[in-house]
């Protein structure tokens, strides 16, 4: 499974940036498609995912201002950022895991194909 991250970019503090994720293959299971982001000197962290029941997750610092969406016909998996912050520059990951269940919805590792990374950069 390949995955390709775009949509990222240089935008100020309030804006809107919507990041794409297209998958190479239909998954199937128990899977779950997420949002990483890694700031520099930080560790990865998780900010959205979906599941294959259509339910959301997000990590409290982008609930209200992120909105994560599947579109099946196209396989690609989107993440509306609005009012963004200085705070959410990082570069942001998709990931699919086939086995995903509710409490392990944030766990980088539980996630088994990685895309390469699109740049998010808000300035103040």
């Known amino acids: 499974v390949q995955l390709q991250a775009s949509g990222g970019g240089l935008v100020q503090a309030g804006d809107s940036l919507r990041l794409s994720c297209a998958i190479s293959e239909r998954t199937s299971g128990s899977y779950a498609i997420g949002w990483f982001r890694q700031a520099p000197g930080k560790e990865r962290e998780f900010v959205a995912a979906i599941r294959w029941t259509g339910s959301t997750y997000y990590a409290d610092s982008v609930k209200g201002r992120f909105t994560i969406s599947r579109d099946k016909d196209k396989n690609t998996v989107n993440l509306q950022m609005n009012s963004l912050k200085p705070e959410d520059t990082a570069v942001y990951y998709c990931?699919?895991?086939?086995?995903?269940?509710?409490?392990?919805?944030?766990?980088?590792?539980?996630?088994?194909?990685w895309g390469q990374g699109t740049q998010v950069t808000v300035s103040s």
């Open positions: 990931a699919v895991g086939q086995r995903i269940i509710s409490s392990t919805i944030g766990t980088a590792s539980m996630y088994d194909y």
